[in-house]
């Protein structure tokens, strides 16, 4: 296993994010080394096929600081997986791809879709997507960006 840290960035336990391909800026994130895969609050998730292959529709909140706007996305699912949550029940989320923007870097993510609704954060980022981009400095926020309003 490599020690290499040369080419990851310092980032703090919450961080802001994009998320061009669902049309999402700015999103308060909580960096989270405990959780494996990332996670995202949808609501109102639908199935259905396309092409032959599964899909979903669910609704998101892609501004934190209004809840009442809320957009109609889909994606293709990748993955259904079997998630232990905070509260330590077991559920079954779709998982789905996704670029991901932090600082201007882009790659891509995978994100279980949840219900996050009892939860401050709508995302959280954990060390599936974090692996080889970051290093966490859990004492500090917004080490890597910066909200805009913060001064």
């Known amino acids: 296993m490599s020690q290499n840290t040369q080419n ?10 994009d998320l061009p391909k669902l049309a999402i800026n700015d999103l308060n994130i909580r960096v ?5 895969t990332s996670s ?7 199935e259905f096929e396309k092409d032959g292959e599964l899909w979903v529709s669910f609704d998101i909140h892609p501004d934190i600081h209004n809840v009442s706007k809320i957009v109609r996305r889909e994606a293709k699912v990748v993955a259904q997986k079997k ?3 905070s ?3 077991r559920e079954r989320r ?3 791809d996704t670029p991901i923007v932090m ?7 995978q994100l279980t879709l949840t219900d996050r609704s009892e939860m401050t954060y709508l995302m959280l980022l954990g060390r599936e997507a974090m692996s080889g981009h970051f290093i966490v400095d859990p004492e500090h926020d917004y080490i890597l ?3 805009a309003t913060q001064p």
């Open 32 to 36: 989270d080394t405990g959780a494996t």
């Open 8 to 17: 990851k960035r310092l980032v703090g336990a919450l961080e802001l994010c």
């Open 94 to 96: 779709y998982t789905i």
């Open 103 to 109: 600082a201007g870097e882009r790659w891509d993510i």
């Open 87 to 89: 509260t330590a029940t």
């Open 40 to 46: 995202l609050h949808v609501d109102n998730i639908d």
């Open 145 to 147: 960006t910066q909200p």
């Open 83 to 85: 998630v232990k949550s």
